[in-house]
T-cell receptor, first 112, second 112 residues
């Protein structure tokens, strides 16, 4: 089983749609969770950290489910500019606590 | 954004060349990282430096040689690379190892 796994997509959605991505992780000792956004040929940029209680930033909502070991990202009212690859990152936990492990990314394409 | 800068942005080199990639962070962080990103693959962590000391080397071939002269600068020295080393090389920094990482724009490397 991969340490961090995401649906590769692509997700093709119309403008205004709601789309959700999941990311599963294998190490139950992981403590820090993040969503990054990566545009084509650019570097990953932090979108949001994921807190135990869940957090929301405008149209974006992140949730953590420790029991099932996954994090999710919900995008409401999607815009053309949301088209990108979304990467989840999980810290290694335990003696790998300082290591961020990235998923392979989920590609989102928002169409007019 | 000037938080983490990388030079050069693009590099073409032959297999017998020696070159160096440079990364500088202006965020006051004490941990720095090198990642490799090949097409359609997850980010691969190469090296981690914490307080200028290398704390992780993920089985990277010796033709890649990192150097961290101080907490703001990180280099990746390259020599006798192979065509399969062609990729986007990303530098990142964080305040402590388990915290959010911020990426530079990357160096797109082509080995001929």
């Amino acid at each position: 089983r991969k340490e961090v796994e995401q649906d590769p997509g692509p997700f093709n959605v119309p403008e205004g749609a709601t789309v959700a991505f999941n990311c599963t992780y294998s190490n139950s000792a992981s403590q820090s969770f993040f969503w990054y956004r990566q545009d084509c040929r650019k570097e990953p940029k932090l979108l949001m950290s994921v807190y135990s209680s869940g957090n929301e930033d405008g149209r974006f909502t992140a949730q953590l489910n420790r029991a099932s070991q996954y994090i999710s990202l919900l995008i409401r009212d999607s815009k053309l500019s949301d088209s990108a690859t979304y990467l989840c990152a999980v810290n290694g936990g335990g003696n790998q606590g300082g290591k961020l492990i990235f998923g392979q990314g989920t590609e989102l394409s928002v169409k007019p | 954004e000037t938080g983490v800068t990388q030079t050069p942005r693009h590099l073409v080199m032959g297999m017998t060349n020696k070159k160096s990639l440079k990364c500088e962070q202006h965020l006051g962080h004490n941990a720095m990282y090198w990642y490799k990103q090949s097409a359609k693959k997850p980010l691969e962590l190469m090296f981690v430096y914490s307080l200028e000391e290398r704390v992780e080397n993920n089985s990277v071939p010796s033709r890649f040689s990192p150097e961290c002269p101080n907490s703001s600068h990180l280099f990746l020295h390259l020599h006798t690379l192979q065509p399969e080393d062609s990729a986007l090389y990303l530098c990142a920094s964080s305040q402590e190892r388990a915290r959010t990482q911020y990426f530079g724009p990357g160096t797109r490397l082509l080995v001929l």
